[in-house]
């Protein structure tokens, strides 16, 4: 019987990649240690297919976090936070993220980056009902005051 390839349903549940998404600098962005990790690529080897590619990548797809970002945020370990500043961790935008699937060529990439956009999709469908609902309340608030 042949190997059935994973899906992106099956491959990497919604919630662990919603968790991998963070909040820097107003942009929704994961790291490139993350994006590995869901990749089962060493964050190394990521790193290099976009320095490769590097055209592909301008800065509203992806950036350097800064030592102060890192030092600030709650995904950097103790032995990492004074580290040599060329390593710090990149952040990518869903721009970026959708782009690492045409320098990372293999098949989990693609079903990886799948599930990354339904995951972006999905949170951004509850932030608007979120929203409508805040303004519900206002309304609601106003009209009963």
Avoid: C, W
């Avoid at 976009?50 to 709650?74: C, G, W, Y």
């Avoid at 060329?86 to 293999?106: C, D, H, I, N, W």
């Amino acid at each position: 019987m042949p190997k059935k390839e994973p899906t992106s349903h099956n491959l990497v549940p919604v919630e662990v990649i919603e968790r991998r998404i963070l909040l820097i600098r107003g942009h929704k962005v994961m790291l490139d240690s993350h994006l590995a990790e869901l990749y089962e690529v060493p964050t190394r080897a990521l790193n290099q297919a976009v320095k490769r590619n590097i055209d592909r990548f301008p800065e509203d797809f992806m950036f350097r976090l800064t030592t102060e970002e890192a030092n600030r945020s709650q995904f950097v370990t103790g032995s990492q936070k004074h580290r040599d500043p060329r390593s710090l961790p990149y952040a990518f935008t869903e721009q970026g993220v959708a782009m690492l699937s045409s320098v990372l060529k293999s098949a989990r990439a693609v079903q990886v980056n799948i599930a990354i956009m339904r995951a972006v999709v999905r949170l951004r469908q509850i932030l608007a009902t979120h929203k409508e609902l805040a303004e519900k309340l206002t309304e609601m608030e106003r009209k009963y005051d």
